[in-house]
């Protein structure tokens, strides 16, 4: 009978470095996320009630379609970042965590992509 060390045991599954970078990145798209929510909300608030058309010039306002791009971007950027913890926490086997990884990220940059495009399309 083979004494297995622990260091055999997670030889190989240490730290990849990136921890400290993904947490930071987190962080920071969290802090942004903040007032451009605020804004957000306030904002569509402001929009209720409003007619279609009314809707769609607000979007057209070139400083509302910039921030509404912005607010995308770290939206579903902040989204894949969380849902990549989660992952990489919570599911085991390594071929479904990474078929995992890559379709979350996927969908979330196609998400991010459509979102933008779609104030684009608005505003231009």
């Given at each position: ?83 990549q913890v989660v ?38």
């Amino acid at each position: 009978m083979k004494l297995e060390l622990p260091l055999a045991k997670v030889k190989g599954l240490g730290a990849s470095g990136e921890g400290s970078h993904h947490w930071w990145r987190q962080r920071i798209s969290a802090l942004m996320l903040i007032p451009l929510t605020l804004w957000f909300l306030f904002s569509i608030v402001n929009q209720l009630g409003q007619s279609h058309a009314m809707v769609l010039g607000w979007v057209a306002q070139p400083f509302t379609a910039f921030f509404l791009i912005v607010y995308s971007i770290f939206m579903f950027y902040h989204a894949q970042l969380g849902l990549q913890v989660v992952i990489e926490d919570y599911v085991h086997h390594r071929g479904a965590r990474l078929a995992l990884l890559l379709f979350s990220k996927a969908v979330l940059i196609l998400f991010g992509f459509l979102a933008v495009f779609s104030v684009l399309r608005i505003a231009l």
